[in-house]
């Protein structure tokens, strides 16, 4: 009962100062798997990073969304490692977000390099970038429009885009929900949802569609930070890919994430 009782005021105080906790970083790692029905699998390994040009405060916002909700402007940079066979596709990119002081406005960029590496054939470089402007009409909503593209050597091309991402609370919980657009040749669209159970602790699903990959992927995933700084998360996807080939495909991710 002792420990019981001691386990219990350590949870206590935990949750107490998680409110007042602050980070100005965040780095991560992830694995994934893809097994099509058929073709061989293929595997993924990506680490990240973000800084904030501020110390972002979790107050007592899901600690998820505690930088969006914080309007914490930040620099950030990925690598990514993908293994499909006799096909490496690697993918490497920084990005900025910037929440205009004493305002409600938004703008964000990034650009990325990806190089598809096939056997007994030139390397296909490609370069994608994108930039949006946004607003806040109300505390944890934000509409954004801009445009993304993609240049290599045997096509180019820009669409505009739109998205919204807004976290509320709906009985006493926190939810967030995103949804995206990109219209032109890319014509793609993207949903996402978020409940969380609690402040560390979330369960979602998600959708993705592009029309010109001939890609589309439904998605679970859940969240859970183990205390103020550590993370943990997982995804299975069920894929569709519509090309001459029609295949389909599951994924599986794991990520974790440490704050500091």
Do not use: C
């Not at 386990?7 to 780095?27: D, I, K, M, N, P």
């Amino acid at each position: 009962m002792k420990k019981l009782a001691i386990a219990s005021a350590l949870l206590s105080v935990f949750a107490v100062t998680g409110t007042a906790h602050a980070y100005q970083a965040e780095v991560g790692a992830s694995v994934g798997y893809i097994d099509p029905d058929k073709g061989s699998s293929g595997s993924d390994f990506a680490i990240n990073g973000k800084y904030y040009f501020n110390p972002v405060q979790t107050r007592n916002a899901p600690l998820a969304e505690a930088a969006f909700l914080d309007r914490a402007s930040n620099v950030s940079a990925e690598a990514v490692w993908k293994d499909k066979g006799d096909t490496d596709d690697n993918t490497y990119g920084v990005g900025v977000e910037y929440f205009v002081p004493n305002s409600d406005f938004y703008v964000s960029g990034d650009v990325s390099r990806n190089i598809l590496k096939l056997n007994h054939a030139r390397d296909i470089k490609t370069t994608y970038y994108s930039a949006e402007v946004g607003y806040l009409p109300a505390p944890g909503f934000l509409v954004a429009v801009g445009a993304k593209g993609y240049d290599n050597k045997f096509d180019d091309g820009v669409d505009p885009t739109i998205r919204a991402k807004y976290v509320t609370q709906v009985g006493g919980n926190d939810i967030n929900l995103e949804a995206g657009a990109a219209f032109g040749d890319l014509d793609e669209f993207n949903l996402a949802a978020d409940y969380y159970i609690d402040k560390t602790f979330s369960v979602g699903a998600d959708y993705y569609d592009n029309d010109l990959t001939k890609q589309r992927e439904f998605g679970v995933n859940a969240r859970k930070f183990f205390n103020q700084q550590m993370s943990l998360e997982g995804r299975i996807g069920f894929g569709k890919d519509r090309t001459v080939a029609k295949n389909d495909y599951n994924t599986f991710g794991v990520a974790a994430k440490y704050r500091f």
